[in-house]
């Protein structure tokens, strides 16, 4: 499998299987179904619902054999509600437990933004906590004792735009190993890849395949003729496409899905080789089409604003 390397060594999976939105009865089922057919990267959250049912999954495959500990990757991800350090390490010690693993490969701080404890999704502006309050840095300097305890492997961001990350080095001299955004052929973010790339964070994307609201609003990318014709031509799928791409531009990938021949469909992308030019093609697609708008925390009234969270 394609892998990206981190600083001390450590390997990261160029593909791997999404949970969110994955429904806890659904879950279990989908993480042994790709751990069988070659999978070594799990993405979770808290947020997600689902990290117990994942975490049963994974101590059955551990138990009878199907995978080892050391040959895969987990990564979760630190919710808005826990951003003050007294909450950061409480917060890793319920994943673990949830995942019945005593480390985590990668967490994240999944959202620049702050909520009160207990909230999930504001519904009303004095239910989110302003950046004064609890400063990304100092959330950021509470994850980096996390890797010093031992409790995560490699920590990083999620949804962090170019100044967001720079501010986290100023502040503490210390870079995000990895941020995960989203980045498909209609949501390019080259700016951002590139910028990552220069800075040696491993950049991961999420809805690869543009997601379930993309869908919503009648746009595929999977029917896209420039992906179909390429599809057509390699005798593969239009996902398969699509997700080779990412990766030949040196981006992870974390298709979500609960069925079987999906999930074998996603892991065949690795035997795709896409030449200069269909990757020339792909890059013409860019229509800087974001679908995760963060609008939950840019209520109004609210102390972030689309601007400063996108830097638009």
């Not at 990206?4 to 160029?14: S, V, Y």
């Not at 791997?16 to 042994?32: F, H, I, K, M, N």
């Not at 985590?104 to 701080?109: E, G, T």
Request: some cysteine; overall charge neutral; charged content about 25%.
């Amino acid at each position: 499998m394609k892998t990206f390397i981190f600083k001390n060594g450590d390997i990261m999976p160029a593909l791997g299987l999404g949970t969110w939105r994955s429904q806890p009865e659904e879950v279990y089922d989908a993480v042994l179904e790709s751990l069988r057919a070659g999978y070594r990267h799990i993405d979770c959250a808290h947020m997600y619902k689902n990290e117990r049912e994942v975490g049963q999954a994974l101590d059955y495959a551990f138990r009878y054999g199907i995978v080892k500990r050391d040959e895969i990757f987990v990564t979760s991800k630190l919710w808005n509600s826990d951003h003050s350090p007294t909450r950061v390490e409480m917060a890793i010690n319920r994943t673990l437990a949830n995942l019945q693993l005593k480390y985590l490969d990668l967490y994240l701080i999944h959202w620049p933004v702050a909520v009160r404890e207990g909230i999930d999704f504001p519904t009303q502006a004095e239910e989110l906590v302003p950046i004064s309050e609890i400063p990304l840095a100092t959330t950021w300097s509470a994850m980096i004792e996390l890797r010093e305890k031992s409790l995560t492997r490699h920590i990083g961001v999620a949804n962090f735009n170019i100044n967001k990350i720079n501010d986290l080095q100023e502040a503490t001299k210390i870079l995000p190993e990895v941020n995960q955004v989203e980045i498909h052929p209609y949501f390019q973010q080259n700016e951002l890849v590139d910028f990552c790339h220069k800075k040696g964070i491993i950049i991961t994307a999420y809805s690869p395949l543009g997601g379930k609201r993309m869908a919503d609003k009648g746009i595929s990318i999977q029917e896209d003729t420039t992906i179909t014709t390429i599809a057509a031509r390699h005798k593969v799928t239009p996902t398969q496409v699509i997700l080779a791409w990412n990766i030949q531009r040196g981006v992870v990938v974390i298709p979500k899905s609960v069925n079987k021949s999906r999930i074998i469909e996603n892991f065949g992308t690795l035997k795709l080789k896409l030449s200069k030019e269909e990757i020339s093609q792909i890059a013409q697609l860019d229509r800087n089409l974001r679908v995760t708008q963060g609008e939950y925390w840019t209520l109004r009234g609210s102390p972030y604003t689309q601007q400063w969270l996108w830097e638009k």
